[in-house]
């Protein structure tokens, strides 16, 4: 039988940041965790990669330098509507660095490693059971035990599934395909590489909530773009277009055809203030709990997660009490939860208010006060957050 006090399910982001808040916060407790990974590293993780800035001052609030990753920066992000809009730059600094998956979730995993933290790859959990003095975790490995579990297996886990079976579950729909920066030779429309990072926000009005991206980034050291759709899913029962087909029309306009490429999808599930985040001894942190709603955006947000679960789990073992009760308390409380609140109503402003002079209004128009708001309410959190005890 092999026991643990900490078990971690998933070594994404969610589970290395809880993983390395534990260890930065309580070190007694760093011996004491395990954390399982289905995969190995580097593993593929479908995803744009795109890292905010509160993920980087998560990241060196816990020591860490993510610049030691390959990247891309973006010094502009663009938000637009109909290829018109409001552009975002931070002064001094990239709005948006781009990484792939692969290489992060390596570091930061390695990161982890070197911290005296336990990771074993290549093991898939396949069911959990509760009990009052303990959690069982089945694998394809055998069992584990813990006194404490943390869900971080993400959209699709299966912790959340077996610890809060019939909570309702919001999931966007996303697709993401990679190209070379230009186009065909031969096509004669725009041609110019395209500078930043885009959104932008056409597809609200065939009822997609959300947005077609187009970011710059790099595989194995080589230029690339990397582009996507993201659908909330807010509108799942009014009449839709497939979901390639916005995608199709704005590569098109760069002169790419959607058909040459390989296009691939994963769910995000989303944060609701509603949405169930505990039991007795278990606690869910990154995807599984609820990424940002409006955007997708989830690298950031899962770091976050981590600090407040590590602070969470800390207590609990300092209190021996194990209900945690107070987790979604403090995730709704914290510099965090106000932001994730903050998208989930902007999130259902802009995709249900879709009519073409809204979306005018608010991209195009309203552009300095947006600027504004998105930066009191909805950016800029991660300085917020408990850099230490
Ligand atoms: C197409 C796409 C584009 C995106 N683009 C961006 C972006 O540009 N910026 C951004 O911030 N966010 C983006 N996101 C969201 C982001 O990828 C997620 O929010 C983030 O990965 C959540 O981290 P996590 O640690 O919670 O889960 P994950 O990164 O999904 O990690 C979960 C881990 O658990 C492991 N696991 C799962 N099940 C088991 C099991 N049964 N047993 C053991 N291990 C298990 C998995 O192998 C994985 O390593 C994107 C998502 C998608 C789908």
């Given at each position: 039988m092999q026991k643990y006090d900490i078990l971690i399910i998933g070594g994404g982001p969610s589970g290395l940041s809880t993983a390395l808040h534990i260890a930065r916060d309580?070190?007694?407790?760093s011996p004491r965790i395990l954390i399982l990974e289905k995969?190995?590293?580097p593993r593929p993780k479908l995803c744009a990669g795109g890292l905010v800035i509160d993920a980087e001052v998560i990241l060196q609030n816990l020591g860490?330098?993510?610049?030691e990753v390959p990247h891309v920066d973006a010094d502009r992000i663009h938000f637009d509507f109909e290829a018109k809009g409001l552009n975002i730059r931070v002064p001094n600094r990239h709005a948006l660095r781009v990484i792939r998956r692969d290489e992060f979730d390596n570091w930061l995993a390695g990161k982890t490693k070197s911290k005296g933290i336990e990771i074993r790859e290549g093991i898939k959990v396949k069911n959990v059971q509760l009990f009052d003095n303990e959690v069982i975790v089945e694998t394809d490995q055998g069992d584990f035990h813990a006194q404490v579990l943390v869900g971080?297996?993400?959209?699709?886990?299966v912790t959340r599934r077996y610890i809060i079976p019939n909570a309702p579950v919001h999931t966007a729909r996303v697709l993401e395909v990679l190209t070379p920066t230009q186009p065909s030779?031969?096509?004669?429309?725009?041609k110019e590489g395209r500078e930043g990072a885009y959104f932008d926000f056409f597809p609200v009005l065939t009822n997609i909530a959300g947005y077609v991206w187009d970011f710059p980034t790099q595989v194995n050291g080589e230029a690339m773009r990397c582009w996507g759709i993201y659908d909330?899913?807010?509108?799942?029962n009014e009449k839709r277009p497939q979901l390639k087909e916005p995608l199709a029309n704005e590569m098109s306009r760069f002169g790419?055809?959607?058909?040459k490429y390989e296009v691939k999808g994963y769910p995000i599930r989303w944060f609701s203030p509603k949405n169930q985040m505990s039991v007795p001894r278990v606690l869910l942190v990154g995807d599984a709990a609820g990424a940002d709603p409006?955007?997708?955006?989830g690298i950031s947000i899962a770091l976050g997660y981590g600090a407040l679960a590590a602070r969470e789990i800390g207590e609990a073992f300092q209190q021996n009490?194990?209900?945690?009760?107070g987790y979604r308390c403090r995730v709704l409380r914290s510099a965090l939860g106000q932001i994730l609140i903050a998208r989930w109503v902007i999130a259902h402003i802009v995709y249900l208010f879709k009519w073409r002079w809204f979306q005018i209004l608010v991209w195009r128009i309203l552009k300095p006060i947006i600027i504004l708001l998105a930066w009191i309410f909805?950016?800029?959190w991660g300085k917020r957050m408990p850099s230490n005890l």
């Open positions: 309580f070190p007694n407790l995969a190995h590293y860490l330098d993510v610049s971080a297996d993400g959209s699709n886990g030779p031969k096509f004669n429309g725009f909330t899913n807010i509108l799942a790419f055809d959607l058909e409006f955007l997708g955006e009490e194990f209900s945690f009760n909805a950016l800029n």
